[in-house]
């Protein structure tokens, strides 16, 4: 058997060749693939299963973790609202107590100014009742001490010299003054 020199100067020229990473080599190529596809068999098999098992359940346990935040988001809406409403009446409640006390603050204010006036003017009519009675008494006193004075000046004047008549005209201009201021 021949084998042609032209096929031996190729397989020589391949031999002295040297070989790159980026070279085709048939062979190797078709084992590669082989081993791929029996891997492929093999995982698809034993592997694959239990992979999509575990997907599975790790998607149903996030969608159950975003149902329960669901949830709990509109718990948490619902509580918000009913805080809110709470809070309102709250500061409703709160503003009519203010109101409440501020008008009850006024009256007792307003009572107290009443009454205090009422007192004052009680007080006053009573100091002028007082004033009064004081002057008429000390009037009285004035009184009784100017008759007193007059009866002992008449009684000297009388004593010294009842002819005399600027005496006696002393005694009726005297009369005559205290006739005038008890009319």
Known sequence: ????????????????????????????????LVVFLLLLGILAKTAWPAILRTVE???????AQL??????NAEAQRVLAVYQQQL????????AIVAAGRQAGERLRDDLVAKGRSEQEELLVRARREIGLEKDKALGELRREA???SIAA?????ERNMDN?????????????LESSHS
């Open 1 to 32: 058997m021949m084998v042609p020199s032209s096929f031996l100067l190729l397989a020589a020229a391949a031999a002295e060749r040297r070989s790159t990473p980026f070279d085709i080599n048939p062979g190797v190529t078709i084992w590669t």
């Open 57 to 63: 359940e790790r998607e149903r346990k996030i969608q």
């Open 67 to 72: 149902d329960d935040a669901a949830k709990a």
């Open 88 to 95: 309102a009446a709250a500061r409703e409640e709160a503003g």
């Open 147 to 149: 008759v007193e004075l």
């Open 154 to 158: 008449a009684s000297k004047v009388i």
């Open 165 to 177: 008549e600027t005496d006696r005209r002393l005694v009726q201009d005297y009369l005559d003054h």
